[in-house]
């Protein structure tokens, strides 16, 4: 094979094929998500937090842990990667987050049935007819189910971009890459 011909697939590469830094096609965008990762995962720590925090006060022992146990998962998945994978190998970071931020769209499911039953409950209950009979765990709460609901978003969001950017590399579609096939 000619050593001057650029490979098309990524499909099937050795370790010595993978260049050192992204594509100078993909390498801006491959900064930007990377930059939007670590925000969201500040976001989701924030979250995690304000979580514990509300369930802390309403004495709700098992969402507690539940919250509490979120947070910590979070922080190996998050760190554990970002130790274990340094220098050359942005492809395995990449790789990295996709497969966290797909996990996370998967986990949302929990969340979005706990908002919907709080709500629901609230409003059973004639907390939120009247503004005299609302107490500020209702605010807080109103508050929690608006922020995950964006935060889920913001990881679905995330998710399709980064798995729409990992299909791209995957079929060679940013432009001629710097990999050359070592004889």
Avoid at 38 to 43: E, F
Avoid at 132 to 139: A, K, L, Q
């Amino acid at each position: 094979m000619n050593p001057a011909m650029p490979i098309a697939s990524t499909a099937m590469r050795t370790p010595d094929e993978i260049p050192p830094a992204p594509p100078m096609a993909l390498r801006d965008r491959y900064i930007k998500l990377s930059w939007a990762y670590v925000r969201w995962c500040l976001g989701m720590l924030v979250w995690a937090g304000a979580c514990i925090f509300y369930f802390v006060v309403t004495r709700q022992p098992v969402e507690m842990w539940i919250a509490i146990s979120l947070g910590v998962t979070l922080i190996a998945m998050v760190f554990g990667p970002a130790l274990l994978f340094g220098g050359e190998t942005w492809y395995k970071r990449l790789g990295w987050m996709v497969v966290l931020l797909s996990m996370f769209s998967m986990m949302w499911v929990y969340p979005f049935v706990a908002v919907g039953w709080g709500i629901r409950t609230r409003i059973r209950e004639g907390r939120y007819a009247a503004w005299d009979r609302i107490i500020w765990t209702d605010f807080v709460h109103l508050g929690l189910c608006f922020v995950t609901v964006l935060i889920a978003l913001w990881t679905f969001i995330l998710t399709f971009r980064l798995i729409k950017m990992t299909r791209q590399l995957a079929r060679g579609e940013f432009g001629e890459m710097d990999i050359r096939v070592k004889e």
